[in-house]
């Protein structure tokens, strides 16, 4: 186990990398998009969030609270408020659903998301066909041990006709929300509260949650054959961003 506990740490850095890389280039076209949709930093926020679940099913309140734990329940109520004001999503006592107004807006998030993974891996689209069975294998594996979180995410929901590359990239976010939920569970055992989680970032307690998530987030992988986790490191490691 301690290998995989291991391997669930190196993984997590590359994905992190390339999910910052993809949020970057959709930053870029971040005004455009609200000035279109008339959206608050609050709802994009909420919809950038969301937008591998809401499409064809509920978000859950407790699913929402889980991704948003870092985020103070009033900005978060706040975007969802400004969502429904805007007549993209309509709410329950369960969750919050997507309007046809909504699932428009998130096809024009979704091609943006798409034009910026084939920017960036474009050149690399037989790298991440080689990838996808890989990476669909792990999450369903991790939908045993996922969090809250992570069952907002799970199944992913995959557009239509999307290429390669904005699948790898669709595929990153539930991996990356069972670790989140893991690394949530290690500081929530170890009693502390998001603030003081967040305000970690070295000493002999960092290392002891990051040594108690790897393990929480280590069993998808044992889905994979050795050979298979060492092409899923070096594929997602070989991606640039």
């Known amino acids: 186990m301690a290998e995989l506990e291991h391997f669930a740490g190196a993984v997590s850095a590359v994905v992190a990398r390339l999910r910052a890389a993809v949020a970057r280039g959709v930053a870029v076209s971040n005004d455009e998009f609200l ?31 889980a991704v948003h734990v870092y985020d103070a329940p009033s900005t978060v109520m706040r975007g969802v408020d400004d969502l429904v004001e805007r ?20 096809h024009a998030l979704h091609s943006i998301t798409g034009k910026v993974t084939d920017e960036l891996w474009g050149e690399n689209t037989a790298i991440c066909e080689a990838l ?13 041990t996922g969090g809250e979180a992570f069952g907002l995410l799970y199944p992913p929901y995959e557009h239509e006709g999307s290429s390669a590359t904005v699948m790898v990239a669709g595929l990153l976010e539930p991996i990356h929300y069972h670790r989140f ?33 790897n393990l929480r987030d280590a069993a998808p992988y044992s889905a ?18």
């Open 35 to 65: 000035h279109e949709w008339e959206l608050t930093d609050a709802a994009a926020g909420i919809l950038v969030h969301l937008r591998h679940t809401l499409p064809d099913r509920l978000a859950t309140w407790t699913g929402v609270a």
């Open 132 to 144: 996808l069975p890989l990476l669909r294998t792990v999450v369903t594996a991790a939908a045993e």
């Open 181 to 213: 939920d893991a690394q949530v569970s290690a500081w929530r055992t170890a009693g502390l509260t998001p603030h003081e989680a967040q305000l970690l970032t070295g000493g002999t307690l960092w290392r002891v949650l990051q040594e108690d998530t």
């Open 224 to 241: 994979l054959k050795p050979r298979q986790r060492l092409d899923l490191l070096s594929g997602l490691g070989s991606l640039p961003g």
């Open 87 to 106: 007549g993209l999503v309509e709410t329950t006592v369960d969750g919050a659903f997507l309007t046809t107004k909504g699932r428009e807006a998130l």
